[in-house]
């Protein structure tokens, strides 16, 4: 553990060093959000101010404010950083580390999640703060029940990306498998849509894959929305769709290792 | 130490067409070529041994180290470091190699120095003492210690790789791979590396596999050398026997007054003549040196006389000048 929090901290201090970036990126997603919150109100000045969805206007405007903060937690930096190494053929100096490839990698952006997480917080309660008026406030009982299931799928996310990732060893660039796994995940997750408000067909599609696990379930339980499914059934999901992804790792890494070759001289 | 047998490595490579037109081509199309970089290669080093790999560009060095320390999977052959396959040595193996690749930094490029050493401890799972050990000695060998705080990003070549250099010591590793150490270095820097890789190859006994173009790196720093070219291995043994297998001139150097012809002694020698400096070039296969000393001792009256050695480069262009290919 001690080799995991080292290669974290390691991978925060690369974060911070670059100061005018790091300030940028918690003045950026402020932007966004003022986006999606008008595209939302718009809509709902449509509607009369009856609900979508099922979705109450208040309730709707929170689960934009902890979609968009879950979803921002982890953005370019996985296929990125993996794909730099791999063009210029650094990868070697992780390939020779007494670690495994999974620690490191997970430890890297567990550092990047850290830092990010920190900024979102700010942005929520800020959130919730300023705007009690506009929003459905979680309630304390919520709050505790949301801690297991967000932690679940942060370590769901992350084991996604870890894969994703891995896929960069046989394309070299990044940008192709980075826009697939964000477009699949962005929007079978609700990240932009909540998937309630999917057709049906489309909802039961949605609930067959790992996305909604990632970030739909942690919303819905800290807004106390109806799931279709019970909370001990969405942690067993949440901890199938792990094992799937470790073992998944296990194969693509086996793979890369088999084909490997490094740039460069 | 390392037990290399009929290894050979081929890669696939995808050859792009050119121009704009071959590039659409290439999204619909992929033609795939193989190529051999390791050919069918056997070698050992022994424990402690400096062994030196000397090839042109694209020979297989590079392809050879990442064979060894287990990031390539050879295609066929076997290779075994400490009597087991890199590949399945896992983290163990890994604590008892380091690795330098010249162009490649091992360092956390935005962290301070110190910060990376200080990673490398917990990573390897250091004790105290010997990392506080290994530590000291780096710092003061290699004139680290105003380097420590900067990030490795801002540091010049030269200080960069000296860094990098005291960081693979740190772990006491029982065998160093060197992919070109010395890459676009300065004299100075190349000179501090290479007293420090020798001092640390006789006092602790750390065995190195060293790849450089610099034939001066590996005249200081080794012992033995493999040489390879085209993938195969064209020379196995000592530095010297290889200066004198592909070298056939030696030469002798005298001051002093010339009392004698020498060319009637010595018909197939060269000789020049610069001042009180004389240059007898000859032939080793028809002089040996004791006939040309005593020559030359018959001939001069001699205030200073030195022979010298075949000079690495020489040995080198030759091999590679065709004179060495079987």
Excluded at chain 1, 183 to 195: H, K, N, Q, W
Excluded at chain 2, 129 to 149: A, G, I, S, T
């Amino acid at each position: 553990m001690r080799t995991f929090w080292k290669l974290t901290e390691i991978s925060m201090q690369s974060h911070l060093y670059y100061r005018t970036s790091f300030i940028i990126n918690i003045i950026s997603p402020a932007i966004l959000l003022a986006g999606q919150y008008l595209l939302w109100s718009a809509l709902y000045a449509q509607q009369a101010g009856s609900a979508i969805g099922g979705m109450e206007r208040r309730e709707m405007f929170s689960y934009i404010l902890i979609a968009f903060a879950m979803n921002n937690l982890l953005g370019w930096a996985g296929e990125n950083t993996l794909s730099r190494e791999i063009k210029s053929g650094t990868i070697v100096a992780r390939c020779i580390r007494p670690v495994s490839f999974l620690t490191q990698y997970m430890a890297q952006m567990t550092g990047a999640l850290l830092l990010q997480g920190m900024r979102n917080l700010v942005l929520v309660i800020v959130g919730f703060a300023c705007f009690p008026e506009y929003m459905k406030i979680p309630e304390g009982g919520a709050v505790l029940t949301f801690l297991p299931c967000f932690l679940l799928s942060v370590i769901l996310r992350l084991m996604m990306i870890d894969v994703f990732s891995l896929l960069c060893f046989f394309t070299t660039g990044y940008l192709g498998i980075s826009w697939t796994r964000r477009a699949l995940f962005e929007f079978f997750s609700g990240a932009v849509i909540p998937v309630v408000l999917f057709p049906e067909w489309l909802k039961r599609i949605a609930g067959c894959t790992p996305f909604p696990y990632m970030l739909q379930a942690p919303a819905a339980v800290l807004l106390g929305q109806e799931m279709g499914i019970g909370l001990p059934h969405v942690f067993l999901l949440q901890i199938f769709w792990i094992l799937f992804f470790l073992a998944l790792h296990g194969m693509t890494y086996g793979l890369v290792r088999r084909n490997m070759t490094v740039a460069g001289g | 130490m390392i037990e290399a047998q009929n290894l050979s490595k081929a890669y696939k490579i995808n050859r792009k067409k050119a121009g704009l037109k071959g590039a659409i081509g290439n999204l619909f199309h992929a033609e795939w070529a193989e190529k051999v970089a390791v050919d069918r290669l056997s070698f050992h080093m022994r424990e402690g041994k400096a062994l030196a790999c000397i090839g042109e560009n694209g020979a297989g060095k590079s392809t050879l180290i990442k064979m060894m320390i287990g990031i390539l999977t050879p295609t066929s052959g076997k290779i075994r470091v400490f009597g087991q396959d890199p590949r399945r040595g896992g983290r163990e193996y890994l604590r008892r190699i380091g690795v330098i690749f010249g162009q490649k930094s091992n360092l956390w490029t935005d962290i301070p120095v110190i910060e990376s050493y200080h990673a490398v401890k917990t990573l390897y799972k250091l004790d105290g003492e010997m990392f506080r050990r290994n530590y000291d000695r780096v710092v003061e060998l290699l004139d680290l210690e105003e380097l420590l705080p900067v990030p490795a990003r801002k540091l010049s070549l030269g200080q960069r790789m000296r860094a990098d250099i005291g960081m693979v010591f740190l772990h006491s590793p029982e065998l160093l791979f060197l992919d070109e150490p010395t890459i676009g270095l300065d004299i100075n820097v190349k000179h501090t590396i290479r007293t420090f890789l020798r001092q640390m190859n006789q006092e602790t006994g750390t065995g190195i596999f060293l790849t450089s173009h610099d034939l001066d790196d590996i005249d200081e720093i080794c012992d033995d050398a493999i040489v390879i070219s085209g993938g195969k291995l064209i020379y196995d043994g000592t530095l010297d026997r290889m200066k004198h297998r592909f070298v056939q001139d030696k030469m002798i150097q005298v001051t002093g007054k010339q009392e004698r012809d020498l060319q009637d002694l010595l018909p197939s020698a060269r000789i020049s003549r610069e001042g009180r400096v004389t240059r007898i070039v000859y032939p080793i296969q028809e002089y040996s040196s004791a006939e040309v000393l005593a020559a030359v001792s018959g001939c001069f009256a001699i205030e200073d006389i030195t022979i010298q050695e075949p000079d690495i480069d020489e040995v080198v262009s030759r091999i590679f000048g065709g004179e060495g290919r079987a």
